[in-house]
């Protein structure tokens, strides 16, 4: 018997009428190009090329500025605590406002998304999710002007009887925090609704409740998602400049005093890129430096994510 028909025989279906082998044709696994696949490949690596060139590109336009402010000024001018070059109380102002807005956005966020992923129905979540995210669209100026119509005089002056002044980091915080809400909701509901329900089986059959579920078995598993949503939320806060420019004042103030106004990074570039300084001098030239600086402080807290995304994640 040949090679070939001993794999027949071998293939014979028993008790089928004749006695007929199955035909065990070999699938081809070779991979077929379709015709629009290299197309699509070489548009996504132009894609993900386009984001290298253009951060690239932005260090590339800030740095000779950069190099010429720090011909005419020494680094100790610009890393003191007073003067006209002064950036630690711009980054003082910025750390302020960041910090008290994640005091709001952070216990907010992880509430709503605790609630839209264990608590709140299907029905609820269809509406509640897209009006915590509809936060996100309102534009940042909106917010200011609602800082110094509301929160200042009516809500911190008025309701709460606190004596700040009407340009204050405490007023710009809190409407900080009311901004990046939406950004720890959303990015924290998704992890949390990623969380296997297996376990939150698991854990409701030893015996414990549905809060003691969330709060020790599915928030542990989703933590790197949470902690890479308040992470993102703080890039958030430290880039926004209307909020800032508008609501923290224009002062510079090295101070740990939230009702009094200070100045931001972004708000100092923002107030004073105002096209009355002229091109090259010095002052036009700070601009980049402070430019540079956020730039490094935003890359920083970015990779502060990657690392804490890579640490804490969990394949299920």
């Known amino acids: 018997m040949s090679p070939s028909q001993e794999s027949e025989s071998q293939l014979a279906v028993p008790g089928s009428p004749s006695g007929v082998a199955l035909a065990a044709a070999a699938p081809d696994l070779a991979a077929q190009r379709r015709p629009l696949e290299g197309v699509i490949k070489l548009s996504l690596i132009a894609c993900a090329l386009a984001s290298v060139l253009i951060t690239v590109g932005i260090l590339v336009a800030l740095v000779e500025p950069v190099i010429n402010f720090f011909g005419e000024v020494s680094p100790g001018q610009f890393f003191a605590t007073e003067g ?18 994640l005091c709001v956005a952070v216990p907010l966020g992880l509430g709503a998304a605790m609630y839209l992923s ?29 800082g110094l119509y509301f929160v200042t005089p009516k809500l911190l002056q008025g309701i709460l009887n606190l004596e700040v002044n009407f340009t204050n980091a405490l007023a710009a915080g809190l409407v900080l925090g009311v901004m990046i809400v939406p950004t720890v909701a959303s990015l924290s509901e998704d992890a949390l609704s990623a969380v296997p329900q297996a376990m939150r089986q698991g854990s409701l059959a ?37 909020i800032v420019a508008l609501v923290a004042g224009a002062r510079k103030n090295l101070s740990f005093d939230p009702r009094e106004p ?8 923002a107030q004073t890129a105002g ?31 990657i690392a804490i995304v890579r640490r804490f994640r969990q394949e299920y």
């Open 84 to 101: 006209h070059f002064a950036v630690l109380p711009l980054i003082g102002g910025t750390l302020m406002t960041t910090a008290i807005s």
């Open 275 to 305: 096209g009355e300084n002229p091109v090259g001098s010095v002052d036009y030239n700070m601009l980049f430096a402070v430019a540079l600086l956020l730039f490094v402080i935003t890359f920083v807290i970015n990779m502060i994510s």
């Open 118 to 146: 264990e608590y709140a129905s299907k029905k609820s979540r269809k509406w509640l999710k897209p009006c915590v995210e509809l936060l996100a669209g309102v534009p940042s100026v909106v917010y200011g002007f609602f």
């Open 206 to 242: 030893m015996g414990a409740n549905r809060m003691q579920t969330t709060l020790r078995v599915v928030f542990p598993a989703a933590l790197s998602g949470i902690a890479a949503s308040i992470v993102l939320g703080i890039s958030r806060a430290v880039g926004e400049t209307m």
């Open 262 to 269: 200070m100045q931001t990074m972004t708000g100092f570039i």
